[in-house]
């Protein structure tokens, strides 16, 4: 492993204890995988922790695309070809996860999909929903068609199980999957609400979308919860803030 690759990999590790922290943490279920810089296939947390325990380069094991681990300590995830197959079918994704964040969980049993309440739905041009009947996408045929279903964009639903997203970085790739759980929140809690809703047009949600979804929001809101985990981590969240 060079030290370029270990460099990024403990980074994907801040990403797995950031996701945790921000409510997609369950159990050891949950995973993320940082494509290969060789291109022998991509670096997938172990399996048999949770995302919260994940601390370096060490906790990532190397599964090429016929699902063979090829380096590393600890065991692979068995849903190995959700990466595999959106690896392979976006060239310009470094980064995929597959997490179940209740929110998000929940609205992909909703019919209607995300809908903008807020600014936070417009983070996204669309997230489609993509419906299985197996608790556990396992084969390469479920994998390619779950990259299908997620088409161009960078997050899909998971009808009655939970989500998949992606990016171009591991930053890009952690502020998708946080900001499409703040979404699905407000979504949850604006669609239980009495009384009628105004929504904006396609052609403002396009405007509002090229405004908020900037590369620089994405390095600030990266460093926010960055520094937010190191709060958490001394037990006194918040106190650089004011010092």
């Known amino acids: 492993m060079t030290p370029e690759l270990r ?36 670096w997938l947390k172990r399996n048999a922790y ?17 699902g063979q681990q090829l380096e590393g300590e600890g065991g692979r995830h068995s849903e190995w070809p959700i990466h595999s197959q959106i690896l392979l079918a976006r060239p310009d994704v470094e980064v995929v996860a597959h997490t179940h964040p209740p929110h998000a969980s929940v609205l992909s049993s909703f019919a209607d999909g995300l ?38 964009h960078y997050a899909v639903l998971m009808a009655n199980h939970g989500v998949a997203f992606c990016g171009t970085s591991i930053e890009h790739a952690t502020c998708i999957g946080l900001f499409l759980e703040r979404a699905a929140r407000l979504h949850v809690l604006g669609s239980g609400l009495q009384g009628r809703t105004f929504f904006p047009d396609a052609s403002a949600r396009a ?37």
């Open 207 to 243: 405007l509002r979308h090229g405004q908020i979804m900037a590369p620089i929001h994405i390095e600030h809101c990266w460093n926010y919860f960055s520094r937010k985990l190191d709060w958490v981590a001394v037990g006194r969240p918040g106190d650089r803030l004011y010092s």
């Open 50 to 66: 949770g995302l919260g325990e994940i601390r370096s380069a060490r906790d990532f094991v190397l599964v090429d695309h016929e």
């Open 115 to 152: 809908q903008p309440f807020t600014l936070d739905a417009d983070y996204f041009t669309a997230v489609p929903c993509h419906r299985d009947d197996s608790a556990l996408l396992r084969t390469k045929e479920q994998g390619r068609a779950l990259a299908q279903a997620l088409g161009p």
């Open 7 to 42: 460099s990024q990999l403990d980074r994907l590790a801040r990403a797995c204890r950031i996701l945790e922290m921000e409510g997609h943490g369950d159990m050891t279920l949950g995973h993320l995988c940082l494509r290969d810089p060789q291109g022998r296939g991509f």
